[in-house]
């Protein structure tokens, strides 16, 4: 199977779980392709006319890459606490992208001008941790915050941290996407 095939299964297998949480289908099975067995890390977004929708994730490994894929899917469309749950009427207008995330690589950084020197634009997703604070953003999110100052202000704003001053402590990883989106749906 090639990965565009690959893509176009976990698309289907999170739009399946979706549509059976909304009762408008029958539940997802996950088909017979080793590597949704295997144990995997995904996020899945959802879009609206071109808006976010819905995004949640996982950043360990803890459970086969199929099963991954269901639950964050229904857990994007009805959980994700910045928006109301997703309704039946909603399917049809929501686009679905799924990132299977690489292995976390911790850097290795003395202060923030140098964990800013390692990040790679467009390319890498970032945890940040401090404490028992933390976030991420997905690659996807340089799109919006292209400059690296810029990119862990916002992702230390989310985590609860200071923006404007340097976070004592402050551990970081990186890791990689490979990423499938369907085609955005006409606005409705």
Known sequence: MSDIDFGTTLLKLARQAIAHRLERGPAPVVPDDPRLHEKGA????????????????????????????????VSAAMEDPRFPPLTAGELDAIAIEVSVLS?????????????????RPGEDGLIIFSGCRSATFLPQVWEQLPEPRQFLAALKHKAG??????????????????????TEQEPS
């Open 42 to 73: 995904t996020f899945i977004t959802l879009t609206r006319d071109g808006a976010l929708r819905g995004c949640i994730g996982s950043l360990r490994r803890s459970r086969q890459l199929g099963e991954d894929v269901i639950a964050n899917a």
């Open 103 to 119: 292995e976390p690589e911790f850097l290795d950084f003395f202060g923030e001008e140098e964990l800013l020197a390692q990040l």
């Open 161 to 182: 941290l200071p923006t404007n001053r340097e976070v004592v402590e402050l551990m970081a990883a990186r890791y990689h996407v490979q990423k499938w989106k369907e």
